[in-house]
């Protein structure tokens, strides 16, 4: 009987921990769209770290998991502006503060556009520029900080996509 009972003892801890751990440190992702192709595609689970941007700015570049300010819904996408930032896409090429930026990642090409971002805010857009619902609508904007949910790190299904998200 206390042999039973140090186990059930051992199991709950073990559960505790596990849901913590899921609450506050990873959790996972399944992609819905094709906003993120070729980088993520529709059907993808990923692996997310939670408290990456509680502790540091994001980087311009990384794939973040987000809401938009008044949407109930996340949205995956990559950090392309930072706060102060005047982003713009003009015949093609994305500049920053009037440097071009280097994107092997896009995989459409999109309508020109210009933007300025707030403080406190960040530029996003899906890697497939012409299907995504990004930084670029209107009734979207800007990615508040307090609006990034985490940071996509790794596909963990299907098993031949398994790897590092880039």
């Known amino acids: 009987m206390k042999r ?9 801890l073990a559960a505790a921990v596990g849901l913590a751990a899921r609450q506050w440190l990873v959790g996972t992702v399944r992609i819905a769209g094709n906003s993120m192709a070729d980088t993520l595609r529709s059907g993808d689970v990923v692996l997310v770290t939670l408290p990456d941007y509680r ?11 987000c809401t938009f300010e008044g949407r109930a819904d996340t949205y995956v996408k ?32 999109s309508d020109d556009f210009q933007a300025v971002v707030g403080a406190g805010e960040y530029f996003v857009l899906g890697d497939n520029r012409a299907e995504s619902y990004d930084s670029r609508a209107a009734d979207m904007g800007c990615v508040r900080r307090e609006g990034l949910v985490g940071r996509a790190r790794w596909i963990l299904w299907p098993l031949d996509r398994f790897g590092p998200v880039d």
């Open 4 to 12: 039973w009972l140090r186990a059930l003892a051992v199991l709950c």
């Open 55 to 65: 502790l540091r700015e994001p980087e311009r570049g990384e794939v973040v998991v």
């Open 78 to 109: 990559r950090v392309v502006g930072l706060p102060g930032e005047a982003v713009a896409l003009t015949d093609g090429q994305l500049t920053v503060d009037g440097r071009a930026l280097s994107e092997p990642y896009v995989s459409s090409p």
